[in-house]
């Protein structure tokens, strides 16, 4: 199953820039976009990473930890800080462009709506690639232990509602990128994907519901292939809370 795995994960993301020699990925630090950006590596694509964050956010700091150990000289790492300023007109930007009153929606957007204006400032090409989908199909998020004790079919209920709700954030998102003339593109949520990471057996995702870690097929998979064990076994840390998103906006009272 693990090899299986591999190769579609591989053959997804090579359809999705087979016709691109440069690629920006999303970059925390965390198991899923060290996994995205390994594959890429190996697939001889050069790559840039783009981190944003507050200063001293966890995933500024831990971005460049794993960066370090991930890429050599013909790739990069821009590590974006964000300001007082920028973030409460990027508050007013998004909530002009959805009407969604989810706060981890709003959070997710300013973070991508900041990632796009990076890419954009820094003329890195019209599109990023990010890893959403493998938290919602290898139960990623800490929920999922409170699913296990009732069953198998809670558990996959659960992933329905949580990629239903991730497609909705990536319509989102998209309206309030696409000013900016540059695109999101997520290859974990391609019809393909989806399809065949359902029919891993939830013994490879999941263990019960004291689990802490989780993902487990797909943390193996990145030890596999050389993402750096720091990042590998790296436990979830949402984008809204590594970046201090989240903090700021609380902080703020602008939501």
């Known amino acids: 199953m693990h090899k299986e795995l591999c190769d579609f994960l591989y053959l997804t993301v090579r359809d999705t820039v087979k016709n691109e020699d440069k690629v920006v990925i999303a970059f925390s630090g965390g198991v899923d976009s ?32 794993i960066s370090v150990l991930l890429l050599s000289d013909s790739h990069s790492h821009i590590v974006y800080e964000l300001n007082d300023v920028d973030f409460t007109e990027s508050i007013k930007y998004v909530k002009s462009k959805i009407s969604c009153n989810s706060l981890s929606h709003i959070e997710n957007c300013i973070a991508f709506f900041a990632l796009s204006k990076v890419i954009r400032d820094n ?27 009732s069953g198998h079919d809670s558990i996959i209920r659960f992933m329905e509602e949580k990629l ?12 309030v990128i696409g000013n900016s003339g540059i695109k999101s593109i997520q ?4 019809r393909d994907f ?7 057996p939830l013994e490879y995702k999941i263990k019960g519901s ?3 870690l989780r993902k487990h097929i797909i ?21 809204q809370y590594g970046s201090l998103i989240h903090k700021h906006l609380v902080k703020k009272n602008l939501y």
């Open 210 to 212: 004291n689990d802490y």
């Open 164 to 175: 239903i709700n991730e497609f909705h954030l990536m319509s989102e998102i998209s309206k």
């Open 34 to 65: 060290a996994l995205l950006s390994k594959i890429c590596i190996d697939l001889k694509k050069q790559i840039c990473l783009v981190t944003i964050g507050f200063p001293f956010s966890h995933d500024l700091l831990f971005s460049k930890k």
């Open 194 to 200: 989806i399809d065949f990471a359902k029919k891993i």
């Open 187 to 190: 290859p974990f949520l391609t």
């Open 123 to 149: 003329s890195l090409g019209n599109f990023f690639l990010t890893a959403n989908g493998l938290d919602e199909l290898f139960c990623g998020y800490d929920r999922y232990r409170f699913f296990f004790g």
């Open 219 to 239: 943390r193996q998979i990145a030890l596999d292939i050389g993402v750096p064990k720091e990042s590998a076994m790296y436990p979830k840390k949402a984008l």
